[in-house]
Structure formats: C-alpha cells, structure tokens
Nanobody, 115 residues
Framework: VQLVESGGGLVHAGGSLRLSCSAS????????MSWFRQASGKQRDWVAT????????DYADSVKGRFTISRDNAKMTVDLEMSSLKPEDTAVYYC?????????WGQGTLVTVSS
C-alpha cells in the first residue's frame, strides 16, 4: 500500500506547478483522495478532496479558484494543479487516500514559492 507524490519544486510567485500522486497496492477507485500541506513549524492543513468517482471536489478557501484536483482511476493517480502561487503556499504537500476508517498517506513533496 503506497502513495508517492511528485512534481514539487521551486517556483516564482504567480507561477504554476502540477503535483501528482501515484497509488499502488490498493483499490484506488474505492478511496476518496485528498491533498494536505504542512508549512514549516505549522500544522498539516487540508487543501482539497476529490471523491472516489471524481464527481465531487472541494477546496480550502485559501486555494479555491487557484488549485484544481483531479484523478485518473485507470492510472491510479491524483493530481493537484496549482496556479497563481503565493509565497504562503510554500509547504510540503501530501496526498491522502481515505476509505471508511482507513487512511493512506504519501511521504510528501516540497513546494517552495519565492517572492
């Protein structure tokens, strides 16, 4: 059971970045998928969620209109397209799968937005 994030890096404010999370070892299509982020010295915050079918998405107010979550159940991936990035978006980004009481977390990927 594994989630592996990729796509993090350094980007200038106002720029864009696409994160991807690849799943293995479990039935991906059973899981709602989410992105969280954790800035240095702060708690981990929820960013966005997409339901298992991909039919419903939800976003934190801080990213609404700038970030888009999507998934491909055939490829077992969930992506986070981020645009109009701000320095306050700097954080380690984690993907999480949820199926009832079961949670699966990735190891995170660092996004740094320079001003």
């Amino acid at each position: 059971v594994q989630l592996v994030e990729s796509g993090g890096g350094l980007v200038h404010a106002g720029g864009s970045l696409r994160l991807s999370c690849s799943a293995s070892g479990f039935t991906f299509s059973n899981y709602d998928m989410s992105w969280f982020r954790q800035a240095s010295g702060k708690q981990r915050d929820w960013v966005a969620t997409i339901t298992k079918s991909g039919g419903t998405t939800d976003y934190a107010d801080s990213v609404k209109g700038r970030f888009t979550i999507s998934r491909d159940n055939a490829k077992m991936t969930v992506d986070l397209e981020m645009s109009s990035l701000k320095p306050e978006d700097t954080a380690v980004y984690y993907c999480k799968g949820t199926w009832g009481p079961l949670d699966v977390w990735g190891q995170g990927t660092l996004v740094t937005v320079s001003s």
